[in-house]
């Protein structure tokens, strides 16, 4: 079993920066990719960024695409959403998710194995 632990949320200003963090942990953790959701209060739950964990190809959301870098450490085992110039939209409960097995574009909730609780971010205007 894969457990995943969301941190780095906050509330913040538009224009600030915030880093979120998310732990993953388990017997045999080796994730084919991992990503990043967020759900707003009344929205469904929206994509925002993946990586492979090999290869660290990533993928973006149009709207974050140039504010937002995912990146990892495969070492730690530690998923991070580094999110720039923010905005009043950006706020939203984010989720990490963990995928096992190999698919071409992760990019959808379906194709994820494993979900943390997920972190809440506040950007006030």
């Known amino acids: 079993q894969v457990q995943l632990v969301e941190s780095g949320g906050g509330l913040v200003h538009t224009g600030d920066s915030l880093r979120l963090s998310c732990a993953a942990s388990?017997?045999?953790?080796?994730?084919?990719?991992m990503g990043w959701f967020r759900q707003a209060p009344g929205k469904e739950r929206e994509f925002v960024a993946a990586?492979?964990?090999?290869?660290?190809?990533?993928y973006y959301r149009g709207t974050v695409k140039g504010r937002f870098t995912i990146s990892r450490d495969n070492v730690k085992n530690t998923l991070y959403l580094q999110m720039n110039s923010l905005k009043p939209e950006d706020t939203a409960a984010y989720y990490c998710?963990?995928?096992?097995?190999?698919?071409?574009?992760?990019?959808?909730?379906?194709?994820?194995?494993?979900w943390g609780q997920g972190t809440q971010v506040t950007v006030s205007s």
């Open positions: 998710a963990a995928r096992s097995g190999p698919i071409l574009v992760p990019t959808t909730q379906d194709d994820y194995d494993y």
């Open positions: 388990g017997r045999t953790f080796s994730p084919y990719a």
């Open positions: 990586i492979r964990w090999i290869g660290l190809t990533t």
